[in-house]
């Protein structure tokens, strides 16, 4: 698998232990779940965990992936087709709400982040992992520029987006925004608004 070997050498992988270790707990929500590359990451502090993808065929493979842990951990999660753009939920219902490496695939990913932020319940957490434009190395910025129309079509990514901007817009109290990759990989762990 061509994007998981990528994601190794990238470290990738190490992201997503610090970001859900450190932070996700109690009910957890995560939109974008797409193959499930989060499900072992999962520390026990998240006691339950409801994956969400609009494609059915995605979440085949999450399933699997959550199949294939074991009975104790198995336990925890399910498996919903949802739309991140209108996610079926009360206000204030989970403790994390995660998304990684998805806010590039929606149209409107100010809209995706305030549903988030409404799921979520006050004093809880949202988590993301991010593609975004890098606001410190000009050259990267460019090479993503030239080259997003393609990685978009070819992948359903916008790489290049202001994530800053994105995230002033929605208007979520940030509480650690860290770069990774020449600023080009988001690490964010935020309140909701």
């Known amino acids: 698998e061509h994007i998981g070997r990528d994601e190794m050498f990238m470290g990738i992988n190490i992201l997503r232990r610090m970001l859900l270790n450190f932070h996700a707990k109690g009910t957890v929500l ?5 193959t499930g590359r989060n499900v072992s990451f999962y520390p026990s502090a998240a006691n339950r965990v409801l994956l969400t993808d609009v494609s059915d065929q995605m979440l085949l493979q999450a399933r699997q992936k959550v199949q294939d842990l074991s009975p ?43 549903e988030m932020s409404r799921v979520c319940k006050p004093g809880g957490k949202l988590l993301l992992l991010e593609h975004g434009r890098s606001k410190s190395w000009e050259s990267i910025t460019r090479y993503l520029d030239r080259h997003a129309e393609r990685h978009a079509k070819n992948w359903g990514c916008v790489w290049n987006r202001d994530l800053d901007e994105v995230l002033e817009k929605a208007g979520l109290d940030l509480e650690r925004v860290d770069t990774w990759h020449f600023g080009t990989t988001y690490y964010v762990v935020a309140r909701p608004r």
């Open 30 to 34: 995560e939109v974008g779940a797409g």
């Open 72 to 114: 104790a951990k198995r336990s925890k999660f399910a498996c919903l087709e949802a739309d991140a753009q209108n996610l079926q939920f009360p206000d204030a219902y989970f403790d994390t709400v995660v998304d990684t490496f998805g806010l590039c695939s929606y149209d409107d990913p100010v809209h995706v982040l305030r």
